[in-house]
């Protein structure tokens, strides 16, 4: 129940394209969903986050799409640049647990052909 | 700006050596965190703490313990040094914050990559 599923694994696009990264949850009780980046050499930030009040959440050309029904939410990066390649990891907790735990997924590398 | 440190980029232990990795940060966070992670299996959670003093065991706390003295700082000990347990360790601290809107962020130090020969 407390899994996080990712896909793909790797993603290669072509620059302009648009990326897309797929995530699915099984426990009910998550209610705050955050993707993270992360660059070769360094520790995952913070990149965009969505909690389930809304099914969509655009900041620049990342955006979250979720599906409460389908326990499903996604990235997708529009007009992909070489600079967005990078490692995403979607996650998952409960906002009103009693601890901070994040759950993971597995992690999605990106590259993004000039 | 935010910091998470970690004490080494690079470490190679052997086998069966008591290894210390040093976390501090400098936000006044409550919470830390310390994962490894490995290609095809992502962020693990080794061990957290709420708290000075205050430790809960992640998804992976085998052969690992952890110190909180203060706030600042988060160890990670590895107790006896094996070959499976050459990874690259994160440690994050964070902040959950409830004001009109609800944000939960973990900051990440830049790693230590560890070596068990």
């Known amino acids: 129940q407390q899994q996080v599923k990712q896909s793909p694994q790797s993603l290669i696009v072509q620059k302009g394209g648009i990326s897309i990264i797929n995530c699915a949850y099984e426990?009910?009780?998550?209610?705050?969903f955050p993707w993270y980046q992360q660059f070769p050499g360094k520790g995952p930030a913070l990149l965009i986050a969505?909690?389930?009040?809304?099914s969509e959440k655009k900041e620049g050309r990342f955006t979250i799409s979720f599906n409460k029904s389908a326990k499903q939410f996604s990235l997708h990066i529009m007009d992909s640049q070489p600079g967005d390649s990078a490692t995403y990891f979607c996650?998952?907790?409960?906002?009103?647990?009693?601890?901070?735990?994040?759950?993971f997924g597995k992690g999605t590398l990106l590259t993004v052909n000039p | 700006d935010v910091k998470v440190t970690q004490s080494s980029r690079y470490l190679v232990k052997r086998t069966g050596e008591k290894v210390f990795l040093e976390c501090v940060q400098d936000?006044?966070?409550?919470?830390m965190f310390w994962y490894r992670q490995d290609p095809g299996l992502g962020l693990r959670l080794i061990y957290f703490?709420?708290?000075?003093?205050?430790?809960e065991k992640g998804d992976i706390p085998e052969g690992y313990s952890v110190s909180r003295e203060k706030k600042e700082r988060f160890s990670l000990i590895l107790e006896s040094a094996s070959t499976n347990q050459t990874s690259m360790y994160l440690c994050?601290?964070?902040?959950?914050?409830?004001?009109?809107?609800?944000?939960?962020?973990?900051?990440f130090g830049p790693g230590t990559r560890l070596t068990v020969t």
């Open positions: 936000m006044d966070h409550e919470n």
């Open positions: 426990n009910t009780a998550f209610d705050y």
């Open positions: 703490s709420y708290d000075v003093k205050m430790k």
């Open positions: 969505i909690r389930p009040d809304v």
């Open positions: 994050a601290s964070s902040i959950r914050v409830w004001n009109r809107v609800f944000k939960d962020e973990q900051y």
């Open positions: 996650a998952a907790t409960n906002s009103g647990g009693s601890n901070y735990k994040l759950t």
